[in-house]
C-alpha cells in the first residue's frame, strides 16, 4: 500500500524558491515511479515532473526545465520537487503520485496513488 503525503508548499514571490516534499509511509516506495502534476483552477492536472524507481531518469515539463529539479531518496520513502524562479504562473496545487506502468509517467490517468495536494501560490 501507497500512502502520499505532501508537503512544503505556501505563498512566495515571484523568483523565490521552494522545495516540495512527499512521503511514502508504505513499504513499496521503491516499487514505483514518482511524478509531480500540479492543478490550477479550472484546468486539467498538468504534468510537472517524474522520477525513475532508481531515481536515474528524471523528466519535465517544458515549462519548468531548468527551474525544477525531481529528486527522490528511496531509502527515507521521500520524493522531493526544488522549485527555483517561481511564476505566478507556476500557481496551482501541486499533487504527487506514484505509478507502477512506468513508460506512462506523463499522463495523470495511469497513477495508482496520490497525495492530497499542496498549494503553491506565487505573487507577482
Known amino acids: 500500500q501507497v500512502q502520499l503525503v505532501e508537503s512544503g508548499g505556501g505563498l512566495v514571490q515571484a523568483g523565490e524558491s521552494l522545495r516540495l516534499s512527499c512521503a511514502d509511509s508504505g513499504r513499496t516506495f521503491s516499487n514505483y515511479g514518482m511524478g509531480w502534476f500540479r492543478q490550477a483552477p479550472g484546468k486539467e492536472r498538468e504534468f510537472v515532473a517524474a522520477?525513475?524507481?532508481?531515481?536515474?531518469?528524471?523528466y519535465y515539463a517544458d515549462s519548468v526545465k531548468g527551474r525544477f529539479t525531481i529528486s527522490r531518496d528511496n531509502a527515507k520513502n521521500t520524493v522531493f520537487l526544488q522549485m527555483n524562479s517561481l511564476k505566478p504562473e507556476d500557481t496551482a496545487v501541486y499533487y504527487c503520485g506514484a505509478i507502477f506502468v512506468t513508460f506512462s509517467y506523463m499522463d495523470f490517468r495511469k497513477y495508482d496513488y496520490w497525495g492530497q495536494g499542496t498549494q503553491v501560490t506565487v505573487s507577482s
Open positions: 522520477i525513475s524507481r532508481s531515481g536515474s531518469s528524471t
